[in-house]
């Protein structure tokens, strides 16, 4: 039997707070949640951190003059509509990255598992894995408070490559950039469906009185496991009680979260589209669905603070779509051969590409008194500068948007630690914070001058 | 035993006259030969091993030969570098093979004395978190459903594995997506007739040609197109949408010849429509390849509730196209992606539904579920007919009342009593063991709430439930029932005792003991083991009778399971993380250096070697014929692609080909391409998975600051790989590895680095697949690297045995498990190392059998004392 089409619009647009948001590559039409924003008096603090992985072409990424009257590299040009908003910051050093005596090689997985944690791995392979927690989960805790998702951790690569993370190192190292506690790593999503159903549910019936409904069930599901889990953890020793603690963490995280998607369970809904299963098969799609799915949970006020690992470090990706058919880590080892470092800069560009699709989307989005834009600090970069040598000093840094001074490109001096800016982007955000790994102090210019 | 409680009990000190230990002594108890172990190591080891020197830390003139149960980790040590002749290094003087042999076995005969002794089983840790692949087979064997293993995320693996306990966590994402599992998968399992429509998109890959059959669901005559595994939730309609497969600037390819799409469920055909230019179908008319009317089609299909295989493709035309036969571009090419003239492809296809629900039906979840009917009287079979429903509804209500009222009657009675026992029946599965009051009390407040009684739970919710759904409280009694099942079987996939294996100590634990672990316990570490699932009622049942240990029961059992289908886990989950193969998925040659790469030629890659692996271990050869089975599974495509001559059509079949370079598992274009770069082939790569995964001896990380290989500039004349990695070994830090890692991948430098044969180079110069290993065995190729592998049986063996305990045991294989391992071997030796025979000495062996019980509490640490206030 063939039936003939039915009429389903294949673009839709979501209409909250005014803010008309083109969702091209979602598909599936549903109903879901709502898109509120803080109240418009006080717009929310957000910050997101994007990370790129196997170093950058530095000579085309660093721009000629430092302060406001710089130049964007060849690497930054997409970033030409946003240049005032942005700050490139050269010269930080990532030391908690260096191998101490002995430890050998890893610089890559090092890179990842320092960016945000400023504190030095522990070299295993094993479950005894170590690092700190990191400085988005410190903003978390704060920034996180009011609303239903403390955090939203999104990466693009599958981490199911099998004898792929780098030598002596847990994969858990190279998988994720957010450190919940320093041994506790958090998993990363790839999947946008996965994603879209964390910030708006996976029930298929949105009117209020069904989402009250599931918000009770999940209650009393809730409930009755806390119950049960403490009485379990009753019967065990207490040095295996670990894991079932983390279980009792994790639902009352959940619980906190479904007492907020109650409170505010009144919000009029616009309609919106669902992504469908899978993953995109461009690099370019899918790491633009992300970043609108970033932008919804800004939007929506799902959530204040995002870690997006953009690729993995050691990523053997090839760009096929830019006519890179390289993997990228190899490429990375270049050599100082000419043709692999401008293939390696086409990468660079790229990534720098997607971002710019974030910020676009984050301008034309009205937060407040301005757009979210204004009220998001982002966080982009690598922990590795010279992928051929691995070096961890002079690193790739652009802070954006916020609350910062930018429009500027800030050289600092020798040795400054990475933990210095991102201390300094912590109070900034309102988070206040005396130290944070490796650090020294705060950075003046950020904020200042 | 005691047995090597010798005497001369001073242990090895620091002093120069060591205590020579009477050779004959060990002897006497057995088998051990005739070495003076005290003697051989002063003579060789403890020059550099010593308290003053120090080196590498190892002081055996500290450790005690006395007794080498105290010192067992250095003495496993010396052992394994004895075997693999590591130890003493090159250019000192070494013993000769024959004392360093027996030196090794002195120390590990003395070693697996003390073992048997005192066995030291290790400490599985007391929670382990079932990984994604145990939860959807979990869920298979529990509700007779497949679930997408996209329902949760992927785990993270330790030693190799994604089923370590200690690496196992939880986070809050993780349990968000374990209770929408639930959800969903209590759902679909009880077929909610008030479900709400949902869309799922199937995609079909890009790089897939579909010139040909793609898969054995779908028919013989077919081209093309995708065979969508799909649980449907009711019996009701579903629309399959249909989207064409298009060039980059948006043209539906094809158009211009006629197409017969056809659609089938589980093989029936539901819809034959033709699609692009013919007498019938004139919508492409005048319009070419442009038209888009035909695309997102869509063919409404009434379906039966549960599992079904839906069918898109084409049916294949039998006359062979007029004209000059174009030679075929490569499917990354820009005139592949821009070609409309290719025959008509699918793109994606979408499935929604259900629409217009006739009823839950009658599928094999409920079938599974529903183990008793509540007693509603004859109307209500499953698929309960409306009017009777509806009738009893009244009757339903009424006896609600009355039950809040405590008078109990018949109908609500016997409604608990039949939700009991398919609480009971499914919670005994679920959580692999009998089942309690106090495990059913909160089942059933769930029954309750869901079934819309919950004024009679006494449970937790403090407000009647308001369902939204016609399901809740006001819906007749049957899927009122339903619901309450639902409710309670979503609670049951969320509960620690289903997600988590627990291992409970003794009642009156003897902290640091070995013990044996119970039945139960046995029987969940047997089917998780085997079968990457839950127990079987079979194994339940002997476990709560406590007969899984009678003689005979358990090697029957262990039989048993091996020959079951659910073992195909061993190939999938064990051997596919063991050798890397599940990176297939992941490797993307060149296009450029390998324009014949396609997703057609990847797939054939990994069924080749899922059919390969399969026959060998689920076919009880023995392992090392791994390395040398003379047979390969292939397709037309594969075929062409090893020069395989006469093999024609797309299913795949046993052949045994006429030379030897396919044989075994170095042979199989899955490992040599995942052992490759993407655009040349790795001996550096392929020798270290060698020596990872064949020969257990991993070689360790490179120095830092190694240059890597210089790579062919572009302009200057290329290099072969040999001519590069040789001058990297100039280099003495790089040779001392090297010298050991890359004469076994020249071996195979006659596969290219998509598993192609070839006699010539990316140089263009011959391929010379010439070297010396480093035990000195000349090798010029594959069939001579399978000899020298063969040589080293042992070692690949040991390996496998070690990879298996680690995936049996879920954690690390530790020095205090070698005594296991090497009765775990020479047991298996007895049946020339078969499969079976490993994993049957495995699950005899201590550290499967038994556990350490936990260590005392740390004194002075108030924080984790028993609360007593």
């Known amino acids: 039997m063939i039936v003939t089409k039915k009429h389903l619009p294949r673009r839709t647009f979501l209409r909250g707070v005014g803010a008309t948001l083109a969702l091209p590559l979602l598909d599936g039409m549903v109903p879901a949640f709502a898109a509120v924003g803080a109240s418009a008096a006080t717009p929310a603090r957000r910050f997101t951190v994007a990370y790129v992985p196997n170093g950058i072409q530095m000579e085309k990424w660093t721009p000629a003059a430092e302060g406001t009257a710089f130049e964007l590299p060849p690497t930054l040009q997409p970033l030409a509509p946003f240049r005032d908003h942005v700050m490139v910051v050269t010269g930080l050093t990532n030391r908690p990255a260096f191998s101490v005596t002995g430890e050998g090689t890893g610089d890559h997985v090092r890179a990842a598992a320092t960016f945000l944690t400023g504190v030095h791995p522990k070299k295993t392979e094993g479950p005894d894995i170590r690092a700190g927690v990191s400085m988005d989960q410190i903003a978390a805790r704060v920034l996180g408070k009011d609303t239903q998702l403390s955090s939203l951790e999104l990466c693009l690569d599958s981490n199911e490559l099998i004898g792929a993370c780098e030598a002596g190192y847990s994969c858990a190292y190279a998988n994720t950039l957010s450190w919940r506690n320093p041994t506790t790593p958090l998993p990363m999503e790839n999947q946008p469906r996965a994603v879209f159903e964390r910030l708006f549910g996976d029930s298929d019936n949105t009117t209020q009185a069904a989402r009250l409904a599931r918000i009770q069930d999940d209650r009393s599901v809730l409930d009755s496991l806390v119950a049960e889990v403490t009485r379990l953890q009753k019967r065990l020793a207490p040095p295996d009680r670990g894991k079932l603690t983390q279980y009792l963490d994790a639902i009352r995280d959940i619980e906190r979260r479904i007492q907020k998607a109650e409170e505010q369970s009144a919000i009029a809904l616009p309609v919106m589209e669902r992504p469908s299963g899978g993953i995109p098969s461009t690099f370019a799609e899918h790491a633009r669905m992300m970043f609108d799915l970033q932008v919804l949970a800004y939007q929506c006020d799902l959530t204040r603070v995002t870690t997006f690992l953009m690729s993995r470090e050691v990523s053997p990706r090839t760009y096929t779509e830019i006519g890179i058919p390289d993997p990228h880590h190899g490429l990375s080892h270049h050599q100082n051969n000419p043709a692999s470092m401008a293939k390696l800069a086409k990468i660079n560009t790229f990534h720098v590409d997607q971002l710019a699709y974030f910020l676009g989307k984050l301008k034309a989005t009205p937060d407040g008194d301005g757009s979210l834009l204004d009220h998001v600090t982002i966080l982009y970069g690598c922990g590795i500068s010279n992928s051929n040598e691995h070096t961890h000093d002079n690193l790739p840094i652009l802070v954006i948007g916020g609350e910062t001074k930018t429009g500027r490109h800030v050289k600092v001096a020798k040795d400054t630690p990475l933990t210095n800016l991102q201390l300094t982007l912590l109070n900034t955000l309102g988070v206040p914070m005396d130290g944070l790994g490796d650090s020294t102090g705060q950075l003046e210019f950020v904020s200042g001058v | ?869």
Request: glycine share 8%; net charge positive; charged share 25%.
């Open chain 2, 1 to 869: 035993m005691g047995v090597v409680a010798l005497a001369g009990a001073v242990g090895l000190q620091s002093a120069p006259q060591l205590p020579s230990l009477p050779s004959g002594v060990p002897a006497t108890s057995g088998g051990a030969p005739s070495v003076d172990p005290a003697a051989v190591l002063r003579q060789y080891c403890i020059t550099c091993h010593n308290d003053q020197r120090k080196t590498a830390g190892l002081l055996l003139d500290r450790a005690n030969l006395q007794d080498v149960a105290e010192s067992a980790e250095v003495w496993e040590k010396v052992v394994r570098k004895l075997h693999d002749g590591s130890m003493p290094p090159q250019g000192l003087p070494r013993p000769n093979r024959q004392t360093a042999d027996a030196l090794a076995a002195w120390l590990s005969i003395s070693l697996d004395r003390a073992a048997a002794a005192h066995p030291n089983p290790g400490r599985t840790p007391a929670l382990h978190r079932l990984n994604r692949a145990e939860y959807t087979n979990a869920i298979h064997d529990l509700l007779a459903m497949d679930v997408s293993s996209a329902l949760l995320p992927p785990d993270d693996s330790g030693y190799g594995f994604d089923n370590i306990a200690d690496v196992l966590s939880v986070s809050p994402m993780l349990t968000e997506r374990y209770l929408s599992a639930a959800l969903k998968i209590s759902r679909l399992a009880v077929g909610d007739p008030a479900i709400l429509p949902v869309t799922e998109t199937f995609a079909v890959n890009k790089y897939l040609r579909q010139d040909d059959r793609l898969n054995e669901s779908l028919p013989f005559a077919s081209r093309g197109g995708l065979a969508i595994r799909y649980y449907f939730p009711v019996d009701g309609d579903y629309v399959v949408k249909i989207f064409f497969d298009r060039t980059y600037d948006g043209r539906i390819r094809g158009l211009s010849d006629a197409h017969l799409l056809e659609v089938r469920v589980n093989g029936e055909r539901v819809s034959q429509t033709t699609v692009g230019t013919s007498a019938d179908a004139p919508v492409a008319r005048g319009r070419g390849s442009r038209n888009v009317d035909v695309d997102g089609m869509e063919v409404r299909i009434a379906a039966k509730a549960g599992p079904a295989v839906i069918g898109i493709s084409f049916v294949r035309s039998v006359a062979e196209p007029e004209g000059m036969l174009r030679p075929p571009y490569p499917v990354t090419s820009y005139e592949y992606a821009g070609d409309a003239t290719l025959p008509a492809g699918i793109g994606r296809v979408e499935l929604r539904g259900p629409y217009d629900v006739k009823g839950a039906g009658n599928s094999p979840s409920r079938q599974r579920i529903f183990v008793c009917k509540p007693d509603q009287g004859a109307g209500l079979r499953a698929e309960g007919s409306r009017t009777a429903a509806q009738g009893l509804g009244l009757r339903a209500e009424g006896s609600r009342t009355a039950a809040a009222q405590g008078a109990g009657p018949r109908a609500a009675g016997a409604d608990e009593a039949c939700a009991k026992r398919i609480l009971s029946t499914l919670a005994r599965r679920a959580y692999r063991r009998p089942v309690t009051d106090a495990d059913l009390q909160p089942l059933l407040a769930f029954y309750h709430q869901g079934a819309g009684n919950s004024e009679r739970s006494g449970a937790r919710p403090e407000e009647p439930r308001k369902r939204s759904e016609p399901s809740g409280a006001k819906g007749p009694p049957r899927v009122r029932f339903d619901g309450g099942i639902e409710a309670a079987l979503r609670r049951i996939l969320v509960s620690p005792d289903f997600l988590f294996r627990t291992e409970h100590d003794p009642a009156t634990p003897a902290a640091g003991r070995a013990y044996r672990i119970s039945d139960l316990d046995l029987a969940s570490r047997l089917s998780f083991f085997i079968w990457s699932s839950i127990p079987d009622d079979q194994l339940l049942d002997l476990a709560t009778r406590g007969q899984l240990r009678k003689p005979g029961v358990l090697e029957q059992q262990v039989r048993r399971m091996f020959a079951d289908v659910r073992s195909r886990s061993l190939v999938s989950n064990f051997a596919g993380q063991w050798l890397y193969l599940r990176n297939v998925n992941l490797v993307s040659p060149d296009p450029v250096v390998f324009p014949e790469f396609d997703e057609n030629l990847r797939q054939a890659f990994q069924t080749e070697t899922d059919l390969f692996l399969d026959s060998q271990l689920r076919g009880d050869r023995s392992v090392s014929e791994l390395l040398t089975a003379d047979y390969t599974f292939v397709n037309e495509r594969l075929a062409r692609h090893y020069g395989i001559p006469n093999v024609y059509g797309s299913h795949f079949r046993r052949v045994t080909p006429a030379d030897a370079r396919r044989n075994g598992l170095l042979g199989k274009g899955s490992i040599l391409t995942l052992t490759s770069y993407a655009n040349r082939t790795s001996p550096v790569l392929r020798g270290k998975w060698l020596l990872e995964n064949i020969l257990g001896a991993p070689p360790p990380p490179p120095p830092p600051n190694v240059p890597a290989l210089t790579e062919n500039q572009a302009g200057s004349t290329p290099r072969s790989v040999r001519e590069r990695l040789e001058q990297h070994r100039a280099n003495p830090v790089c040779a001392s590895c090297h010298k050991i890692m890359d004469p076994l991948g020249f071996a195979l430098e006659n596969f290219d680095a998509i598993g192609r044969w070839r006699a010539a180079s990316e140089a263009g110069t011959p391929i010379d697949a010439s070297g010396v290993l480093v035990d000195g065995t000349s090798v010029d190729g594959p069939a001579s690297l399978r000899q020298a592998l063969l040589a080293h049986r042992e070692d690949f063996v040991r390996t496998v045995a070690e990879k298996l305990l680690t995936y049996a045991l879920g954690r690390g294989v530790e020095y205090y498990d070698q005594p296991a391992v090497r009765q775990i071997m020479s047991k298996a030796a007895k049946d020339d190392y078969r499969w079976s025979a490993l994993v049957l000495s495995i699950v005899q062996s201590a550290p499967f059998q038994m556990r350490l019980s936990s260590a005392p509490p740390v004194p002075d640490n108030s924080a984790v004392r028993p609360s007593a206030r």
